[in-house]
T-cell receptor, first 109, second 114 residues
Framework: RKEVEQDPGPFNVPEGATVAFNCTYS??????FFWYRQDCRKEPKLLMS???SGNEDGRFTAQLNRASQYISLLIRDSKLSDSATYLC??????????FGSGTRLQVQP | GAGVSQSPSNKVTEKGKDVELRCDPI?????LYWYRQSLGQGLEFLIY????????KSGLPSDRFSAERTGGSVSTLTIQRTQQEDSAVYLC????????????FGPGTRLTVT
């Protein structure tokens, strides 16, 4: 079983739609959680950290469920510019971040 | 401020040659990481440096790969006797606080072994 699992997609949604991605992680000792965004042929960029209480940044909302070991990202009012691969990332404190393989989002006009 | 920088941005080399990839982390970041990403694949951890501690080399795929970090700042990843399967984007990241902190990535070096 992979340490971090994501549905690869693609998710094809129209502009203005709300879309949600989930991610599960296997290590219950994981301490910090992030969503990164990666555009085609570019480096990953930090989108937001994920806190236990849930957090929101504009159109983006992240949730963490420690009991079920899953993380979610909700994007409201999707824009064309949101098209990218979204990486669920977990840090168990051992060393580097553990990346999911990503969920591809395509927002269509 | 300045982000993580990497050089070269692209490198084409012949099979069997050695290559060196450079990473300059964000000033003040004590942790530095190397990853690699093959086309259409996820990120693969290679090596991690934290301050003056011994690096975590557990992700290096073979003894042809090595890395060093001089003066706690710039890092060089060296691949000896390159093989075609080494072709990938090599990404460097740095972090202010280790263990649980966010990492910031450089633009990567795209390595092509012919």
């Amino acid at each position: 079983r992979k340490e971090v699992e994501q549905d690869p997609g693609p998710f094809n949604v129209p502009e203005g739609a709300t879309v949600a991605f989930n991610c599960t992680y296997s290590n219950s000792a994981s301490q910090s959680f992030f969503w990164y965004r990666q555009d085609c042929r570019k480096e990953p960029k930090l989108l937001m950290s994920v806190y236990s209480s849930g957090n929101e940044d504009g159109r983006f909302t992240a949730q963490l469920n420690r009991a079920s070991q899953y993380i979610s990202l909700l994007i409201r009012d999707s824009k064309l510019s949101d098209s990218a691969t979204y990486l669920c990332v977990v840090n168990t404190g051992r060393r580097a971040l553990t990346f999911g393989s990503g969920t591809r989002l395509q927002v269509q006009p | 401020g300045a982000g993580v920088s990497q050089s070269p941005s692209n490198k084409v080399t012949e099979k069997g040659k050695d290559v060196e990839l450079r990473c300059d982390p964000i000033s003040g970041h004590t942790a530095l990481y190397w990853y690699r990403q093959s086309l259409g694949q996820g990120l693969e951890f290679l090596i991690y440096f934290q301050g003056n501690s011994a690096p975590d080399k557990s992700g290096l795929p073979s003894d042809r790969f090595s890395a060093e970090r001089t003066g706690g700042s710039v890092s060089t990843l060296t691949i000896q006797r390159t093989q075609q399967e080494d072709s990938a984007v090599y990404l460097c990241a740095s972090s202010l606080a280790t263990l649980y902190g966010e990492q910031y990535f450089g633009p990567g070096t795209r390595l092509t072994v012919t």
